[in-house]
């Protein structure tokens, strides 16, 4: 059974830091683009920050962009979104998803991603 399942979620004060995780399981990830997408309560889903099956190529939101950072550890199965400087925005549950054959480089186009995690809630707050 293909999941994907995040991790690293929590409470943290503005300007803090966290590493998010998304682990594989039932699959490899080295042919799926990965991408970070985010909800908070009563706004649309987001992309976050997006990365091609290479790594060769990532994708951020302008919101996020010099604060986040994605990668991905093919040999883990695993693709992290390490968050620096956050702030009471960021709030929001973050999912990541997978798309399979990584056809789209890292597009952040939630519609092309085909596979999807259960969520982790961020909550940046003093």
């Known amino acids: 059974q293909l999941q994907l399942v995040e991790s690293g979620g929590g409470l943290v004060q503005p300007g803090g830091s966290l590493r998010l995780s998304c682990a594989a399981s039932?699959?490899?990830?080295?042919?799926?683009?990965i991408g970070w997408f985010r909800q908070a309560p009563g706004k649309e889903r987001e992309g976050v920050s997006c990365?091609?099956?290479?790594?060769?190529?990532?994708n951020y939101a302008d919101s996020v962009k010099g604060r986040f950072t994605i990668s991905r550890d093919n040999a883990k199965n695993t693709v992290y979104l390490q968050m620096n400087s956050l702030k009471p925005e960021d709030t929001a549950i973050y999912y990541c998803?997978?798309?399979?054959?990584?056809?789209?480089?890292?597009?952040?186009?939630?519609?092309?991603?085909?596979?999807w995690g259960q969520g982790t809630q961020v909550t940046v707050s003093s």
């Open positions: 998803a997978a798309e399979a054959f990584g056809m789209y480089g890292s597009s952040c186009s939630a519609d092309l991603y085909d596979y």
């Open positions: 039932g699959f490899t990830l080295d042919y799926y683009a």
């Open positions: 990365i091609s099956s290479s790594g060769g190529s990532t």
